[in-house]
């Protein structure tokens, strides 16, 4: 593992835009893993975003690596479920297989601790892999969704959906 200082900055209103760039490189890789577009396909679309600088148990963090900004973590609390969710986390190519989303992972779990849900796109083989998830032959979507995993050295439990 070849990882420098990482930082895990909170995304300011004022630094946007900056958000917005990377979450656009995020959506169109994202929709490569998709037959069919669904859902915002830009970051001025995405309904949700804007709600990470108005309620309240939102956390958007920019994943730093030597100085430049090189992904982001979006991260929201949910009480109704008394889970914290990784909502959508995302590093640049350049900067992938180097440890670096498992220290910034590590740093937002010691930030929020508790319990976690994960969910990692279906065709997202190495994602699911890298989290512990499974392939199991003839199992449905439903049962991968509900199938719970837990994980060492984290507080509370850290459950993994894979989602079609």
Request: charged residues 30%.
């Amino acid at each position: 593992m070849d990882v420098g200082a990482l930082v895990l900055e909170r995304v300011r209103l004022e630094d946007r835009a900056a958000l917005e760039a990377l979450f656009d490189d995020y959506l169109r890789e994202l929709a490569s893993h998709r037959d069919v577009a669904v859902g915002a396909t830009d970051a001025r679309s995405h309904p949700y975003l804007p709600l990470y600088w108005a309620e309240p148990g939102r956390h958007p963090f920019f994943i730093v690596d030597e100085g430049r900004r090189s992904g982001f973590a979006m991260v929201r609390e949910v009480p109704s479920e008394a889970v914290v969710q990784m909502a959508e986390f995302f590093l640049a190519p350049g900067v992938r297989r180097r440890g670096l989303g498992r220290q910034a992972v590590a740093e937002i779990w010691r930030r929020l601790p508790g319990d976690w849900q994960l969910q990692v796109h279906v065709r997202n083989e190495a994602g699911i892999v890298r989290h512990g998830g499974e392939r199991e032959s003839g199992e449905s979507a439903a049962q991968r969704e509900s199938r719970e995993q837990p994980r060492e050295g984290v507080q509370g439990r850290d459950l993994l959906r894979v989602r079609e």
